[in-house]
């Protein structure tokens, strides 16, 4: 395994090439998405904690932010919402799963505008997602 640093300061590059830069190293390791996740420097240990629970919901399924965030031990629907809004690992780490407690897809990759609903519509759908919170 290539065990390559780089190193990029970020006055040279924005925090989203950075971050894109290590998920693709970290990619061409071959390491698993779990790995990825609990070896990454790039996150906080909060955004860590929801990424690695939300692995645990199943393709076809869906969770609420408010029941992620009791399974973290948070009692903030909105402190989960802001670490998916931030999630690099997406759709790997799937926060394409995680809806409003009503059901709806509120917003995926921190956008609600149509277009970003519907990619989340399209991958709920390609995973047959059975929604036992509302409609998607």
């Known amino acids: 395994m290539d065990k390559t640093q780089i190193i990029i300061q970020p006055a040279q590059k924005s925090d989203a090439a950075i971050i ?3 998920c693709h190293l970290q990619k061409r390791n071959n390491l ?6 609990l070896h990454a420097r790039h996150i906080t240990e909060f955004q860590r904690r929801v990424y690695l629970e939300l692995l645990h919901i199943p ?3 869906t969770i ?3 029941e992620l965030a009791h399974r973290i031990g948070c009692r903030s629907a909105q402190a ?9 690992f997406a759709p790997d780490v799937p926060c394409h799963r ?3 407690a009503d059901g709806s897809l509120c917003g995926y990759k921190g956008k609600r505008d149509d ?3 519907e990619q989340k519509r399209e991958l709920l759908a390609k995973e047959n997602t059975q929604n ?3 409609n998607h």
């Open 115 to 117: 277009e970003m609903l």
């Open 132 to 134: 036992s919170y509302g």
């Open 59 to 61: 393709a076809g399924e």
């Open 32 to 37: 698993s998405i779990y790995e990825r996740v």
């Open 98 to 100: 995680v809806v409003a």
């Open 20 to 22: 894109a830069k290590m």
């Open 64 to 66: 609420t932010y408010g």
């Open 80 to 88: 989960v919402g802001q670490a998916l809004r931030r999630n690099p």
